[in-house]
């Protein structure tokens, strides 16, 4: 897995890629990616409460307003919610029911 450090588009899913994304390709395609300096292999850091044991659905005081769109993502995941990739966080809230 990568992480997106430049936005493109995929020339073989035609899928569209944005900064922070992570791109899960073939090992060949994450390594030309890399080289062209689309993505970063290693360690994906999403946010810095990830140090921290609590998870999305403890974090909050009930008011998903207050959380970041990737701490939505992960409460989605968390919840069985599938979230487009490009949901806005109005999205996210409405898909969560908030």
Same mark, same amino acid.
């Given at each position: ?8 588009? *995929?020339? $073989? +899913? ?11 390709? !073939?090992?060949?395609?994450?390594? @030309? &990616? ?17 140090? *921290?044991? $609590? +998870?999305?659905?403890e974090a909050h005081s009930g008011n998903l307003d207050d959380? !970041?769109?990737?701490?939505?993502? @992960? &409460? ?17 809230l409405a898909l969560l029911g908030a």
């Amino acid at each position: 897995m990568a992480e997106v450090i430049a936005p493109f588009r *995929d020339r $073989e +899913t035609w899928a569209a890629y944005d900064v922070g994304d992570s791109y899960d390709g !073939t090992p060949g395609r994450i390594s @030309e &990616l890399s080289m062209l300096g689309l993505v970063r292999v290693g360690l994906i850091a999403h946010d810095a409460r990830e140090s *921290d044991s $609590e +998870t999305p659905s403890e974090a909050h005081s009930g008011n998903l307003d207050d959380l !970041t769109v990737p701490q939505l993502r @992960e &409460l989605a995941d968390e919840r069985g919610v599938a979230a487009p990739r490009r949901a806005t966080k109005p999205q996210l809230l409405a898909l969560l029911g908030a």
